[in-house]
């Protein structure tokens, strides 16, 4: 297959608005991939790639050469290349790795190069999410979309779920089992504004357990062998030897479970994610930065335990294994209840002790991994700031001709100017999106650029956010966490905007 054919079939998912819509145009594509090609279009129709990371950054990507006339490139050796690029490594390895770069990329059309600087950048936003790739797996392969959901529960990694039902139907996915060092998609939590939401959504009694602001980790052992997996399954064993050592020091040596890692400070308070996160991704070093900033593990689940699998099992069953298995103090501490004002005061405890909120579990419910739902339920308590909105860029996918990422500010009283914080886009509902492209482009301030246009610092809005963070990518050195729209506050002057003292006042 050629690589055009599955940009052309991208195009066509952006452009369709209805979720059936998407569904079968990429359906029909799968229809007639061939066998070595199904797990590569659906990891590019994912925005992934087969490959995951290949060391390519915006600097390799910019002066590449003119575009072919004329698609001839193929999926397979598209990928072969980027196999290829993955595999640099040593002395001279920025050089390589942009010249074939730029062997890639002369072998493309101008729409093929559109297409692969998003995938390579991580911005294809087509709306082709998991749920409708699921869909659309099911509907041309004829499976149910529940063995699809399934097998990907246990395999983890859709586009190799995609490829062996497009192969072998039904038969073929039943044949995925939870295999001791092969990660599983984790499961997810759905949200509610408050406690009481959260408790009745799980129909109380309900398991509350400590939201730890670290990263997502998920342990596998066989025998004297620990791997540690993360959110997006990737290996950092070699970065965590403190949560290896600690899985080793178990009773049972076949086992799965989930948890998280988090960096903390003596007092028992957490640090900065951004310390976690470093910690994590640092492969060099580690004996070092284990001294200096040591890691905590603490287990919420169980998936295996003693060579037995405990997916389908209810929470509670999971639970009591788990609790046979690791000793309190590496356990996410949990509260049974179904006591409102005794959950909200749990709720209370935790966010004073400087995490992140609470997961409430319904005590039925089986690990249905890579789905969200109402087994589990995130409570954060909301922060909300008034913020300045200095710039906003244009849209991808649906938000194309919409101005929709807002450069968000606080205002500055010793300068009289205002300080940038980041951006967001989330939010902001199709109504919002087109009353303030209307009005951004009356707040104009110089010439718009291809991707971004400057405003008068004028219109107020109302964000919510989990937190500051510490962050040199802006110059307040620091950062909004999951911003969000709330809405315009057209009551309020820029000059009634909260303060960088204030923002700051709020950072971890």
Same mark, same amino acid.
Request: no cysteine; charged share 25%; glycine share 10%.
């Given at each position: 297959?050629?690589?055009?054919?599955?940009?052309?079939?991208?195009?066509?998912?952006?452009?369709?608005? /209805?979720?059936?819509?998407?569904?079968?145009?990429?359906?029909?594509?799968?229809?007639?991939?061939?066998?070595?090609?199904?797990? $590569?279009? $659906? /990891?590019?129709?994912?925005?992934?790639? !087969?490959?995951?990371?290949?060391?390519?950054?915006?600097?390799?990507?910019?002066?590449?050469?003119?575009?072919?006339?004329?698609?001839?490139?193929?999926?397979?050796?598209?990928?072969?290349?980027?196999?290829?690029?993955?595999? +640099?490594?040593?002395?001279?390895?920025? /050089?390589?790795?942009?010249?074939? +770069?730029?062997?890639?990329?002369?072998?493309?059309?101008?729409?093929?190069?559109?297409?692969?600087?998003?995938?390579?950048?991580?911005?294809?936003?087509?709306?082709?999410?998991?749920?409708?790739?699921?869909? #659309?797996? #099911?509907? %041309?392969?004829?499976?149910?979309?529940?063995?699809?959901?399934?097998?990907?529960?246990?395999?983890?990694?859709?586009? #190799?779920?995609?490829?062996?039902?497009?192969?072998?139907?039904?038969?073929?996915?039943?044949?995925?089992?939870?295999?001791?060092?092969?990660?599983?998609? !984790?499961?997810?939590?759905?949200?509610?504004?408050? +406690?009481?939401?959260?408790?009745?959504?799980?129909?109380?009694?309900?398991?509350?357990?400590?939201?730890?602001?670290?990263?997502?980790?998920?342990?596998?052992?066989?025998?004297?062998?620990?791997?540690?997996?993360?959110?997006?399954?990737?290996? $950092?064993? #070699?970065?965590?030897?403190?949560?290896?050592?600690?899985?080793?020091?178990?009773?049972?040596?076949?086992?799965?479970?989930?948890?998280?890692? $988090?960096?903390?400070?003596?007092?028992?308070?957490?640090?900065?994610?951004?310390?976690?996160?470093?910690?994590?991704?640092?492969?060099?070093?580690?004996?070092?930065?284990?001294?200096?900033?040591?890691?905590?593990? &603490?287990?919420?689940?169980?998936?295996?335990?003693?060579? %037995? =699998?405990?997916?389908?099992?209810?929470?509670?069953?999971?639970?009591?294994?788990?609790?046979?298995?690791?000793?309190?103090?590496?356990?996410?501490?949990?509260?049974?209840?179904?006591?409102?004002?005794?959950?909200?005061?749990?709720?209370?405890?935790? +966010?004073?002790?400087?995490?992140?909120?609470?997961?409430?579990?319904?005590?039925?419910?089986?690990?249905?991994?890579?789905?969200?739902?109402?087994?589990?339920?995130?409570?954060?308590?909301?922060?909300?700031? =008034?913020?300045?909105?200095?710039?906003?860029?244009?849209?991808?996918?649906?938000?194309?001709?919409?101005?929709?990422?807002?450069?968000?500010?606080?205002?500055?009283?010793?300068?009289?100017? &205002?300080?940038?914080?980041?951006?967001? &886009?989330?939010?902001?509902?199709?109504?919002?999106?087109?009353?303030?492209?209307?009005?951004?482009?009356?707040?104009?301030?110089?010439?718009?650029?291809?991707?971004?246009?400057?405003?008068?610092?004028?219109?107020?809005?109302?964000?919510?956010?989990?937190?500051?963070?510490?962050?040199?990518?802006?110059?307040?050195?620091?950062?909004?966490? &999951?911003?969000?729209?709330?809405?315009?506050?057209?009551?309020?002057?820029?000059?009634?905007?909260?303060?960088?003292?204030?923002?700051?006042?709020?950072?971890?």
């Amino acid at each position: 297959m050629l690589l055009i054919d599955v940009v052309r079939v991208s195009e066509a998912v952006t452009r369709t608005s /209805a979720r059936l819509g998407k569904i079968g145009h990429l359906a029909e594509l799968l229809g007639r991939v061939g066998p070595g090609e199904a797990e $590569i279009a $659906i /990891a590019y129709l994912s925005g992934e790639l !087969p490959q995951r990371q290949i060391g390519v950054g915006w600097r390799t990507l910019q002066e590449l050469p003119g575009p072919k006339l004329a698609a001839t490139a193929t999926l397979t050796g598209v990928d072969a290349l980027l196999t290829r690029i993955k595999a +640099v490594s040593g002395q001279g390895s920025q /050089a390589a790795r942009k010249a074939l +770069v730029g062997e890639l990329f002369a072998g493309l059309t101008s729409q093929e190069q559109a297409f692969m600087l998003k995938l390579l950048s991580g911005e294809l936003r087509q709306g082709a999410l998991d749920g409708v790739m699921i869909e #659309a797996v #099911a509907k %041309a392969s004829g499976a149910p979309s529940a063995d699809v959901r399934r097998a990907l529960t246990l395999r983890g990694w859709l586009p #190799a779920v995609g490829a062996a039902a497009l192969a072998g139907g039904v038969a073929q996915l039943r044949e995925f089992r939870l295999e001791v060092g092969r990660p599983v998609s !984790p499961m997810l939590a759905g949200s509610a504004p408050n +406690v009481a939401a959260a408790l009745e959504k799980a129909r109380t009694p309900a398991a509350l357990e400590w939201k730890l602001d670290g990263i997502r980790v998920q342990a596998h052992r066989s025998g004297g062998d620990v791997r540690v997996f993360t959110r997006t399954l990737d290996d $950092i064993t #070699a970065q965590v030897p403190e949560l290896a050592e600690a899985v080793l020091g178990l009773p049972a040596d076949d086992l799965v479970l989930d948890g998280e890692v $988090i960096a903390l400070r003596p007092d028992g308070r957490p640090h900065p994610f951004q310390v976690t996160a470093a910690r994590t991704s640092s492969r060099t070093n580690v004996a070092r930065l284990r001294e200096e900033t040591p890691l905590h593990v &603490f287990f919420f689940d169980a998936l295996r335990v003693g060579g %037995a =699998d405990l997916l389908d099992l209810p929470y509670s069953e999971r639970q009591e294994a788990l609790a046979r298995t690791v000793p309190p103090g590496l356990l996410t501490p949990r509260l049974v209840t179904s006591d409102p004002a005794e959950a909200e005061k749990f709720f209370t405890d935790v +966010v004073r002790a400087g995490h992140e909120g609470l997961v409430v579990k319904s005590l039925t419910s089986p690990y249905a991994a890579g789905r969200r739902g109402a087994g589990w339920i995130k409570v954060k308590p909301r922060h909300t700031l =008034d913020l300045v909105v200095l710039a906003a860029e244009w849209g991808h996918g649906r938000r194309e001709g919409k101005l929709s990422n807002l450069h968000l500010g606080a205002r500055d009283p010793e300068t009289g100017g &205002f300080v940038m914080l980041g951006k967001t &886009f989330k939010g902001l509902t199709d109504e919002l999106l087109a009353w303030q492209t209307e009005r951004f482009l009356e707040l104009a301030d110089g010439p718009a650029d291809e991707w971004t246009v400057t405003l008068r610092p004028e219109l107020v809005v109302e964000i919510a956010f989990d937190g500051v963070q510490r962050s040199p990518r802006y110059p307040g050195g620091m950062a909004l966490r &999951f911003a969000r729209v709330l809405r315009y506050r057209l009551d309020k002057h820029a000059s009634d905007a909260d303060t960088v003292e204030t923002v700051r006042s709020l950072m971890i």
